[in-house]
């Protein structure tokens, strides 16, 4: 599932139901502690990844049950209503997306065959995708967050072997750089920072599923 916070509410996206990969959302209203419907996307999405932009929600990417997507679809939540955007140059499922600045960044995956380095910025402006600099190694599901003025990536897998390696984007210089490892290798998890931190939760190591969190 794809995970976006807009307005004060959460919101989930796609995923597997544990049958099928599913096109539905619904939104979280913490003051009421409920959860509620809300108009579904018009293609199912699994290993998509979920950013907010500006006003509105993006899903971005994934795999439908059949083909690894490079579409994208924008939410707005006033019309409650989800439109197509431009498309990414490579399709890629097990992505992370983040926003920074202006822009929206899709990170990693795969394309159906190949782990992917490559990393594409959204500007909503002028609806086009670009190319920016590759991470050093290619990353299927990695976790993703801005933070203090860059970009970390967390984990994922090679390929090879489940990966504890960060890299960190300066979207200023166009540049990644290695920071220090996790202490445990994650691939699938997730990640959050809070106040002056990066958490990294859950996840698979070693084929297994990992439930703890690193700080």
């Not at 004060?8 to 544990?18: E, K, L, P, Q, S």
């Not at 049958?19 to 502690?33: C, D, F, L, M, Q």
Request: glycine share 12%; with cysteine; proline share 3%.
């Amino acid at each position: 599932v794809g995970v976006g916070v807009m307005g004060g509410t959460i919101y989930a996206v796609g995923g597997h139901d544990g049958s099928r990969i599913v096109s539905t959302a619904e939104k979280y209203a913490p003051g009421e502690r409920t959860w509620s419907l809300v108009a579904p996307m018009n293609t199912p999405r699994y290993g998509h990844g979920v950013a907010v932009l500006g006003s509105y929600m993006y899903a971005v990417g994934g795999w439908d049950g059949t083909t690894t997507l490079s579409t994208v679809a924008r939410y707005d939540a006033e019309l409650d209503s989800w439109i197509m955007v431009s498309s990414m140059h490579t399709a890629r499922e097990g992505i992370s997306v983040v926003s920074f600045g202006r822009y929206l960044y899709a990170i990693g995956g795969c394309d159906g065959s190949t782990f992917l380095a490559t990393v594409e910025k959204y500007d909503p402006d002028t609806d086009r995708w670009s190319l920016v600099a590759a991470m050093s190694t290619a990353r299927f599901y990695p976790a993703a967050v801005a933070f203090g003025g860059y970009i970390y990536v967390m984990g994922g897998h090679d390929r090879i072997q489940h990966l504890s390696t960060v890299e960190r984007y300066d979207p200023a210089a166009d540049k990644w750089s290695p920071v220090a490892s996790m202490s445990v290798a994650r691939y699938g998890c997730a990640a959050v920072a809070v106040r002056e931190y990066i958490y990294v939760i859950g996840g698979y190591t070693s084929d297994h599923e990992y439930t703890s969190q690193q700080i």
